[in-house]
């Protein structure tokens, strides 16, 4: 298989420089977008926010020249692209949009193998990508391959969508709010595991949303955009937070910014903290053994790939009569990934009502708890980082953050 | 500049398909049973095997017997479905390709002028297309043709219009955002996902074409439309009769075949 098609080694890796984009639309007195220069990283999701109307879609919509810039340069890897069949130029960018745009005739294979037939690839060569890719968003080939859109709930379209987007294997993806037509719940999943997916294909990303909490947790490097797309502070997450530039920075964040914080944070960055676990097929006499050994209040059963199965207590054992542990005791709700904020695993918890979050890995099977302590120690190190922080720096320069890029 | 119209799209299809399971696109609606399929040529056969029994057992003046054989009606039904089929393939050479030319969006100030010129074939009553043609050129099969064509083409031209203009405007930017050329998003994704309205509108047309086309005999086109009026001149109902029940059962037999062809030509999973 050539090297562009295997994204587990995706070396091409490619930056992307905005050089004074300009936009007029046509009977329009005021630019759309006035005069943005900037430049994304390579391997990195650069998020553009910013309110509505602020001329942010209009921006990455003109990097793949769905929109004409009026004036300036858009520069692919040190190539000027401007100028290059728009076409072809796209069939080098992933793209996704809210609403998908999934083509409602073709089945999911079908849309998935869209560009890589325009590229002209031979038949098996497609067809393994699309296996391949299927699996990567978690969608099981046999099951969906021949499926038509509308056979899928949303989360799955978005999954295709995403899918179909990186079929080609591209350097440079665009994405135009691709969560934002999903349920809260499914956003956050389809969040994580993109951020999963991000960790091996280094694509360079440029993420359009309205949401700061979505860009503080997706984003590598923020831009906020005001009126006309003038960039009113381009910078990490954590800066951004930590030292909002200007006014209209600080409103956009919004209150709760320590809160936000957490969403900085993920659960693979902090300590687990172990927990007496037991599995499945463990009697009922050896169990309350176990907790009775630990200074824990409840034992964490586990079935025989050791996926969390329930928590089991004193009680739980004491009216346990012949029933096996695994059909006793409350079960293990608030389970979290590494990948996972702690804001999300707070959330988690708050929902199931717990002071513990269990943490397991892809495949499901047990790692280690987090507790609200961590959390809350996790937060304290935060703002004390902070505060050194801004003791060490002088008071930010309000004229450095005016559109000049990376510093 | 993107072909959108914004408003239109976000997820049409989402309510229908969050209760999946099982494979929708096994049984799709609109596929028919056998019963389904046989009905129609049934209950045609069934009438026309009636009024030839009943034909049969009559006696017959001279004036009806020129009128009523195997010989007449043969051409003439065979000069009915010729004008018909003949004015729709033309209708359909002309009406989607100018369909297609009025919506895309370098066509939006000439797409109302052109428009309001097809209208007033339509506005006009068939058999005053079909007397003013006669008059101003001649008569004949080709007049009649032209006359079936001015008159029809608008539904079909509104319809594939209509088709191409209700495809998600999402679906568009998605396939432009992908490389896809303006041609290929037109051949590849607009004209499928509009086959289904255009199909409607040549059924309509073919429906209306079977019966202006008695008209062609006023012309010299000849056509089904000879018995009717032989009927009327001799003042032999039963003339007319065979005349019309021919014409209603050629006109129930090519829309059945037409929405055979519609579900046929539907695509998959829409």
Same mark, same amino acid.
């Given at each position: 298989?050539s /090297?562009?098609?295997?994204t587990t ?10 050089d004074?984009l300009t936009?007029?639309f046509a009977?329009q007195r005021e ?14 999701i650069?998020?553009? @926010? ?16 769905i ?10 890897g040190?190539e000027?692209v ?6 072809h130029?796209?069939r080098?960018?992933? *793209? ?14 079908s ?6 037939r ?12 699309i296996?391949e ?9 046999g099951? *969906?391959r ?7 709930s949303g989360g799955q ?5 995403v899918?179909?987007?990186?079929s080609a /294997?591209?350097?440079v993806m665009?994405?135009d ?5 999903i349920?809260?719940?499914t956003r /956050?999943?389809?969040?994580?595991e993109f951020l ?6 280094k ?5 359009v949303?309205?949401d700061?909490d979505?860009?503080i947790?997706m984003?590598d490097?923020?831009?906020i955009l005001?009126?006309?797309s003038k ?10 937070? =930590? ?10 964040i919004g ?11 993920? =659960?693979?960055d902090v ?15 050896d169990?309350?053994?176990i907790? /009775?050994?630990?200074?824990?209040s ?13 928590w089991?207590?004193n009680d ?7 029933r ?9 709700d608030? @389970? @979290?990934q590494?990948?996972?904020t ?11 009502? *717990?002071?513990?979050?269990?943490? =397991? ?8 708890i987090?507790?609200?302590?961590t ?13 050194g ?7 930010h320069?309000a ?6 890029g990376?510093? | 500049?993107?072909v959108?119209? !914004? !408003? ?13 399971g099982?494979?929708v696109?096994a049984?799709?609606p609109?596929?028919r049973t056998? #019963?389904?399929?046989?009905f ?7 009438v026309?095997?009636t009024l030839?029994f009943?034909?049969? !057992?009559r006696?017959?003046? !001279?004036?009806e017997?020129?009128r ?5 009606i043969?051409t ?8 018909t ?8 050479l ?15 100030y ?5 428009l309001?010129?097809?209208?007033i074939g ?6 005053g ?11 004949g099969f080709?007049?009649?043709?032209i ?17 191409l ?15 896809m050329?303006?041609?290929a ?10 086959v ?5 509108g040549?059924?309509?047309?073919l429906?209306?074409?079977v019966?202006?086309a008695?008209?062609?005999?006023f012309i010299g ?7 009717i #009026?032989a009927?009327f ?6 003339i ?6 021919l014409?209603?059962?050629l006109?129930l ?7 055979i ?10």
């Amino acid at each position: 298989m050539s /090297d562009r098609s295997d994204t587990t080694t995706a070396e091409p890796e490619i930056e992307i420089e905005l050089d004074n984009l300009t936009k007029r639309f046509a009977g329009q007195r005021e630019l759309a977008v006035d005069n943005l220069s900037m430049r994304i990283p390579k391997g990195e999701i650069v998020i553009l @926010v910013g309110p509505s109307g602020c001329g942010k879609t209009t921006t990455m919509k003109m990097i793949n020249r769905i929109i004409e810039p009026s004036s300036g340069r858009i520069l692919l890897g040190g190539e000027d692209v401007t100028k290059v069949n728009p076409d072809h130029l796209r069939r080098r960018m992933g *793209y996704v949009i809210q609403q998908i745009g999934l083509f409602p005739h073709h089945t999911i294979a079908s849309n998935i193998a869209t560009v890589p037939r325009m590229l002209g690839w031979d038949k098996h060569k497609i067809s393994s990508r699309i296996d391949e890719l299927l699996e990567m968003v978690g969608m099981d080939p046999g099951q *969906y391959r021949d499926r038509y859109p509308k056979e899928l709930s949303g989360g799955q379209r978005q999954r295709v969508g995403v899918a179909r987007a990186m079929s080609a /294997d591209p350097d440079v993806m665009l994405m135009d709010e691709p969560f934002g037509a999903i349920d809260p719940i499914t956003r /956050d999943r389809l969040q994580n595991e993109f951020l999963r997916l991000q960790e091996q294909i280094k694509k360079t990303i440029i993420f359009v949303t309205h949401d700061i909490d979505e860009a503080i947790k997706m984003g590598d490097r923020i831009a906020i955009l005001k009126d006309q797309s003038k960039i009113a502070q381009f910078d990490t997450p954590e800066s951004i937070l =930590v030292n909002p530039a200007d006014d209209f920075v600080a409103d956009f964040i919004g209150r709760g910014a320590s809160l936000k914080r957490l969403s900085l944070s993920r =659960v693979r960055d902090v300590e687990l903290h172990e927990w007496p676990t037991a599995s499945a097929g463990t009697s009922v006499e050896d169990v309350r053994r176990i907790l /009775d050994a630990s200074d824990k209040s409840a034992v964490l059963i586990l079935d025989d790939r050791r996926r969390p199965v329930c928590w089991v207590n004193n009680d739980h054992l004491r009216r346990a009569g012949d029933r096996a542990v695994s059909e006793i005791g409350l079960p293990p709700d608030a @389970v @979290v990934q590494p990948n996972a904020t702690l804001s999300d695993t707070l959330n988690e918890m708050i929902t199931a009502r *717990y002071s513990t979050a269990i943490v =397991v890995d892809a495949d499901r099977a047990y790692r280690g708890i987090v507790d609200i302590d961590t959390i809350n120690e996790s937060v304290q190190s935060m703002r004390e980082a902070e505060r050194g922080r801004l003791r060490a720096e002088a008071p930010h320069p309000a004229a450095d953050h005016d559109g000049a890029g990376l510093p | 500049m993107t072909v959108t119209d !914004s !408003s239109s799209g976000t997820d049409r299809s989402d309510a229908a398909s969050v209760a999946l399971g099982a494979r929708v696109g096994a049984a799709q609606p609109g596929q028919r049973t056998l #019963v389904g399929y046989l009905f129609m040529p049934v209950l045609l056969l069934a009438v026309l095997a009636t009024l030839y029994f009943y034909g049969q !057992s009559r006696t017959y003046s !001279s004036g009806e017997q020129r009128r009523l054989n195997a010989d007449v009606i043969q051409t003439e039904t065979w000069e009915h479905i010729k004008l018909t089929v003949v004015s729709t393939v033309f209708v359909l050479l002309i009406a989607i390709p100018v369909g297609v030319l009025l919506t895309r969006s370098f066509a939006r100030y000439i797409t109302p002028p052109i428009l309001a010129v097809f209208n007033i074939g339509q506005a006009m009553p068939s058999i005053g297309v079909v007397a003013l043609l006669a008059i101003v050129f001649s008569i004949g099969f080709k007049y009649a043709v032209i006359a079936l064509v001015v008159y029809t083409v608008i539904p079909v031209l509104r319809n594939t219009m209509v088709g191409l203009r209700q495809v998600d405007a999402t679906v568009i930017e998605a396939a432009r955002g992908m490389g896809m050329t303006k041609r290929a998003v037109l051949v590849r994704i607009e004209l499928p996902l509009a086959v289904p309205i255009i199909m409607a509108g040549v059924r309509t047309a073919l429906t209306i074409n079977v019966g202006t086309a008695t008209l062609g005999t006023f012309i010299g086109a000849g056509g089904l439309g000879g018995l009717i #009026v032989a009927g009327f001149v001799q003042n032999k109902q039963f003339i007319t009769v065979v005349g019309a029940i021919l014409v209603a059962s050629l006109a129930l037999l090519i829309d059945y075949l037409a929405a055979i062809a519609e579900e046929q030509l539907r695509p998959r999973g829409i």
